[in-house]
């Protein structure tokens, strides 16, 4: 397995979006069993949706040899970027990848603020985004047993 230095994003484009659909679920299959809940929209995502996305909107991710194995996608509205479906193959996670890819996501950004959210039982997620900075904003019921919990950086 490479070293931490070898954990540099690239750009995704649509030609990989079924590699980068593959990788989504499988990374999204332990959140749905957490959750109790296979219709996450991760899981339901269907390859046109995600070309489409990867088509008007940056995505990065981290290979290891040819293989992806971990991804991130943001939006930006204004000066504040979106950060979602930050995914890491379930077999490396804990590994620094997710960090790598959260930073390099906020730098490519260039926005001033950085928002995203997590359901209330992935206590990896929330521990991740914390110590990257991130701060509890509000949480919100997506239906009942499942909350979403939100969370925002400033920079600086």
């Known amino acids: 397995m490479p ?3 070898d954990l540099t994003p690239k750009p995704l484009t649509s ?15 332990s959140e ?19 070309r489409a996305e990867l088509d008007t909107g940056p995505a990065l991710g981290v290979e290891f040899g040819a293989r992806l194995v971990g991804a991130v996608r943001w939006t930006l509205d204004g ?5 979602g479906r930050l995914v890491v193959a379930p077999d490396l996670q ?8 959260l930073r390099s996501a906020e730098l490519a950004s260039g926005a001033e603020r950085f928002e995203l959210f997590t359901g209330h039982l992935s206590e990896a997620n929330l521990r991740l985004y914390e110590r990257e900075g991130y701060r509890r904003t509000r949480r919100v019921e997506l239906h009942p047993g499942v909350e979403l919990v939100y969370l925002a950086k400033v920079p600086g």
């Open 79 to 83: 000066g504040v970027a979106r950060i």
């Open 94 to 101: 804990g590994r620094g990848i997710g960090t790598a890819l």
């Open 32 to 50: 749905a069993q957490l959750y109790r809940d296979p219709f996450l929209p991760a899981l339901t995502q269907t390859l046109d949706d995600l």
């Open 15 to 29: 030609e990989r979006a079924g590699e980068l659909l593959t990788l989504q679920r499988a990374a999204y299959a």
């Open 3 to 5: 070293e931490r230095d």
